[in-house]
Structure formats: C-alpha cells, structure tokens
C-alpha cells in the first residue's frame, strides 16, 4: 500500500491529508491559534469538587472549567502531588526524581475530597480536547510520548506492547528498558520498537527525560496558575510520529518552516527516510494537485455517494451517529433481492470505514444496513468491517449485526468530529440573491489587475480563480492572460483553484499571502 501525507499550510489554519493508494482516509485541520492538545500539561486550580462524581473540575484556562474524575488521578498521584508541592514551595532549588521518595500507591475506591480541595494547585494533562459543550477531559497521569517509548513519571513499571507477539523480544525489550531508565520513571514500549537496537532506544529516553526535567522548570519559574508547562510536539509532527512506517513513500509540504520542522524530526528518528520529506513549491494548491480538494467535496456532507449509485445517509445527535445505507438506483438484474443486498452492504462497509477515519467520528455509530436473511451473509458483512478497520488508529470495538440488520461500533473519541460544510455560498452576492453580469466577470478581474499594478505598484502576483475562468482566460493564440501580461507586465500567474467558487478570486503576492481585493459589490 502507498501512503502519502500531504500538509497544506495556511495563515491561520494547517491541513494534514493521509493518503493510502491516493485515497483520502484521513484528514485533519488544526487552527494555527489553537488553544488545546492532547498531551499538552498544564499547572492547574481546583475549582470545585463533586463528590456525587467522584470529581473534580480544574481551571486551565479554557472558557469552561476541565474534568477530572478520581479514576483518572492515577495510583502515583499521591506521590505527584508531594513532589509538586515541595517544587512549589521552594522555586530557587532544582528537584531530581530519581533522589525522590515514592509514597505508596492510592486507594482505588477512594474519594476525590479526600484526595483534591478546592484551590490546590495540580499539574494535568489533557486526555480529551474540549468537545460540544464540554470542557477538556484530564489525566493526573502525566505521560511524555516518544516514536518507540512513552515515559510515565513516577513509577517503576516497565510495560511492552502486546502487539509485540514475540516472546523472546517482549523479554529483550523489558530488560533492556530496565537496564536504562533512570529511577522512579515507568516506560511503555511501543509496538514500533520491535527489533530496535539499545542505542536507539537510550537515546529516545534521554530525549523524554530531558522534556520532563524541562517541564519541571517550567512549574517552578511559572508565575500564575493556570500555566502551560509542557506542549504537546506540533500536530504534523505528532501525526507523522504516531504513523512513520516505511510504508510511507513521500510527505509533501508546502511551508518552508514545516517542512523544516518535518524533516529535523524524520531525520531523528529514521535518518534513512529524510529523503521522502519534499517541499513542494509549485503554483498550483498542493490539495488541488493531489486531487484531495475534490475527494474532501465529495465525502463530506449528510449524503455521501459510493460505487454504482449507492449511498449513505450520516446523521449526528449529541449521543451518537447514524448511518444509514441505501441501494439508490443500483440493481442487478440478473441477481435476486439477497445477492443485491450484499452486494452493496459490503461497498458500504469500505465506504463507512473510511469515512470514520476520515471525519473522525467517535463514541456509539450505529449502522443500518440492507436488510439480508442469510446467516453467512451477515458474517461476511462483519468479517468485512472488522478487517477495513484493522488500520484503524483510534481504539474501537465491532459488535455482530442484530437481529434487526444494525452494526453497532464504539470508537475512540479523542477530538471533536471533522465536519466540513461542501455547500458553497455565492462569494459575489454573499448571499443576497443579486449578481454582477457573469458575461462582465473578466473585466472586474482586469480592473483588479489594473488596480494592483497602477495603485499599490504591486508587479509580481498569482490570482486564483476557479478551473473553468482560468481555462477561458489562457484559452486562444492570443489568450486574455497573454494580453493582460503584455499591458501590465509579466509578473502575472493565473492559478487554477478548485476551493474557490465559479466568480470567485483570490490574489497572491510573491510570498504567497494574500492581498484582500474583494468588494461586495464590484460593479454598480
């Protein structure tokens, strides 16, 4: 299988395109403002306490106060607590973990008032990004993550994947892991560490040490709560750290300073692989040239259409998901209801386990499929969805279809679900039903050009506008970009741009930011 990642960046928001077989599966948008990241730590303030709950909720700094529950305190919270308290209380004096005094582990039926009052000062992390109306989930459990291992402050437990089948390398790893880490540190090693040699490993973990002994720092030199002590890697770099595997043939980005960030971390962890890591620096908008703009129009939105003229049906509530699949025109003739029916269960199968990567959809999903009598059919239909999601990232789990044709699926929620709205308003009227004369649209474009040339003395510049006005503009011997250029200088690109709507036009400078040109109404 080819994989791709594809990274749009734009001024105030990055775009993450996973590519397998130059398919879209998976697709993230990060504001370049973001507040919140999983990972991220914080130096926090007990708000106030739920004992109904068992609870607690915690400013961070976020407009609603962040969730706590005592489960997720961790057994060595007790131990954290006195080692943040006694950071606290003394800023000037550096504190070594390794010197530090374990207390024993927490009561897992315990109270949370026994434990938090209100006004304590704790260090969290963010175990869920801030969803509908909710704040941020949070973990007392601090952990650092790494490509191979992720370090556990405050315990001594080393643990290796179980994706790891081999006996004798779980031993190998554990050993090896023991032999290495510093006291009062607890290591996971991640599947991906299977085979690695000591040196690898050794220096991943001096690198995790190093990010904690940083963020204990951070707390002491912090001067208001609540305070960011620890950010989580920049989300390219988390995306590329959580899925490297030499599968991976290219990752393309169209940011310098991304690509530059990229290529440090790829050059770290697999200096092998540095050659994938390419800038790509042409005209053209690097999700139209990898036909993602198209495929991100066509699979989001409540109907999505698959093969043969099928079709589901996505609906959200606060609760769940429902996705309901219809057959639409697609029959044949030659085969009865039942074969029909399979046939196109098992399209949609593929379709809605890509779309749950794709949108990034999370807690209860319920499926209806076609409705079909034959038990081996049913187990097909399973068998199908089971396998499509096994290359899925986020823990989930498959129950059997029910009696009554529905497939019922959890599935990790982490962030909010992607939702992207494909309908496009009218960029020239904004809405208000009146239009300038579309046969007139060309000479609004040259009094733009005019404009940027005479007035703001502007000489090299791109405007996108939409595939079909830039093929009418370089169309001809003696094409209207030919004469535009030979009036107002050669410095012009006309760039096709398959996010833009049919009057609609953006201008570039050299540099690639935008010269906002755009009026309501351009003609009287």
């Known amino acids: 299988m080819n994989s791709e990642l594809i990274v749009e960046v734009k001024p105030k928001e990055v775009s993450i395109a996973i590519l397998e077989d130059k398919n879209l599966v998976e697709l993230h948008k990060e504001a370049r403002n973001i507040s919140f990241s999983v990972g991220d730590i914080y130096l926090g303030k007990v708000k106030k306490l739920m004992p109904g709950l068992n609870a607690a909720f915690v400013d961070v700094g976020y407009e609603k106060d962040a969730f706590l529950h005592y489960l997720d305190l961790s057994p060595q919270f007790q131990s954290t607590n006195k080692f943040m308290k006694q950071l606290l209380s003394d800023r000037k004096r550096p504190l070594s973990l390794p010197k530090f005094s374990l207390l024993p582990e927490s009561d897992k039926n315990g109270s949370i008032a026994e434990i938090l009052k209100v006004g304590q000062e704790v260090v969290v992390q963010i175990a869920k990004e801030p969803i509908s109306t909710k704040g941020p989930r949070l973990s007392a459990e601090l952990s650092f993550a790494g490509r191979f291992l992720v370090l556990i402050p405050f315990t ?33 090693v991640r599947t991906v560490a299977e085979e690695k040699r000591v040196a690898e490993l050794d220096n991943e973990l001096k690198v995790l040490v ?33 899925i490297f595997n030499p599968s991976f043939q290219s990752i393309y980005i169209d940011d310098k300073d991304v690509y530059n960030e990229v290529l440090n971390y790829v050059t770290l962890i697999s200096p092998s692989s540095a050659p994938i890591v390419k800038f790509y620096s042409e005209d053209e908008p690097i999700f139209d040239h990898f036909a993602i703009t198209k495929q991100i129009k066509s699979s989001f939105g409540k109907t999505v259409s698959f093969k043969g003229g099928a079709y589901l049906i996505i609906e959200h509530t606060e609760a769940l998901h429902v996705i309901d699949v219809n057959s639409g025109n697609r029959s044949r003739v030659s085969s009865g209801q039942e074969e029909n029916a399979i046939d196109v269960n098992l399209l949609a199968a593929n379709e809605i386990s890509r779309q749950l990567r794709l949108r990034d959809l999370g807690g ?131 760039i096709p741009n398959q996010n833009l709507a049919y009057l609609e036009y953006q201008f570039f400078d050299k540099d690639r930011n935008e010269i906002d040109l755009k009026e309501e109404k351009d003609l009287k």
């Open 156 to 188: 001594d437990k080393v643990s290796v994947s179980q994706k790891i089948k081999s006996a004798e390398e779980r031993s190998r790893l554990k050993q090896l892991i023991q032999s290495i880490k510093p006291k009062n540190f607890g290591v996971i």
């Open 364 to 494: 209860i999903i319920i499926v209806d499929f076609i409705d079909m009598a034959s038990p081996e059919h049913r187990q097909q239909l399973f068998d199908r969805m089971r396998d499509n999601m096994a290359n899925d990232r986020a823990r989930h789990n498959i129950l059997p279809l029910s009696k009554f044709g529905l497939l019922q699926i959890t599935r990790q929620r982490v962030r909010p679900e992607l939702s992207i709205t494909t309908s496009e308003e009218c960029p020239t009227c904004h809405g208000k039903g009146e239009i300038q004369p579309s046969l007139l649209f060309t000479d609004v474009l040259e009094n733009k050009i005019e404009y940027m040339v005479e007035t703001l003395h502007i000489k090299q510049f791109s405007m996108h506008v939409h595939p079909y006005i830039a093929a009418y503009i370089n169309k001809g011997v003696i094409s209207l970009k030919t004469q535009w250029k030979l009036k107002y200088g050669m410095g012009i690109k006309i």
């Open 210 to 242: 190093k990010e904690f002994e940083d963020s204990i720092t951070r707390i002491q030199k912090s001067k208001k709560t609540p305070s960011l002590i620890f950010e989580e890697t920049g989300r390219t770099v988390g995306i590329i750290r959580d």
